[in-house]
């Protein structure tokens, strides 16, 4: 397990930290131990604790674990992308939804107006990409603090998915990340990161 001088600012154990960021990769091939509906369940009741612009919690989450559903899928996804989902247990697809907007008199009621703040499609659109984006960060975490190893993947047919999967709605796929149990071989060594100087500025 990693250690870190800066462990002692950290408000969460050491374990917890290197099971959420230090010792976890992005994992790209599975072992057959598969994911429970309970792990599902346990990732979301984490997930919708995540911060958006007045509470707005554009993403949705489609888990694909049938075959049926994989033999939808795997076409659409770039052609090296295809075994790291076809070895996954259950794969999510992460989408913005783009008509969030219709939640607010539930999710945000002390403010009788947000929906309308939102009335314009290409403002909506982009509001709900970068907060389902940031949801999306949160459920890869969520995904560990269940046990499980996530490997996220830009590399497919947005449109493809889109029409696939999300036909006829206000969905529109994000991001796709197999979920299970990384194999001795299924991930990569770390590779640099920036430093601290590098990326940070404190004014
Ligand atoms: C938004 C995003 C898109 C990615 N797309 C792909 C992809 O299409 N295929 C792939 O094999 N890895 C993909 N990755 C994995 C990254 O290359 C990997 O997370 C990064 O190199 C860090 O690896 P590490 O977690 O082992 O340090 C993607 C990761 C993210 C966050």
Do not use: W
């Amino acid at each position: 397990m990693s250690t870190s001088t800066e462990a002692s600012a950290l408000a969460i154990d050491d374990r917890t930290a290197s099971l959420l960021f230090r010792d976890a990769h992005t994992a790209y091939a599975f072992t057959d131990q598969p994911v429970t509906d309970e792990q599902l369940a346990a990732i979301y009741d984490l997930v919708r604790h995540a911060p958006t612009a007045m509470n707005s919690q554009p993403l949705r989450i489609t888990y694909i674990r049938s075959e049926a559903a994989k033999a939808r899928l795997l076409p659409l996804l770039a052609e090296g992308n295809r075994p790291k989902s076809a070895s996954a247990p259950v794969v999510a697809i992460l989408a913005a939804d783009t008509d969030f907007h219709e939640n607010f008199a539930r999710v945000l009621p002390q403010l009788p107006g947000a929906k309308e703040k939102f009335a314009d499609d290409d403002a909506r659109a982009q509001a709900a990409k970068f907060n389902a984006s940031l949801q999306a960060g949160y459920f890869i975490i969520a995904a560990r603090a269940a046990g499980l190893d996530a490997g996220p993947m830009g590399g497919f047919d947005k449109a493809g998915i889109d029409a696939e999967f999300f036909a006829g709605t206000a969905l529109r796929s994000l991001l796709v990340v197999n979920l299970g149990y990384v194999t001795e071989s299924g991930r990569n060594p770390r590779n640099p990161r920036l430093e601290h100087d590098e990326a940070v500025t404190v004014l």
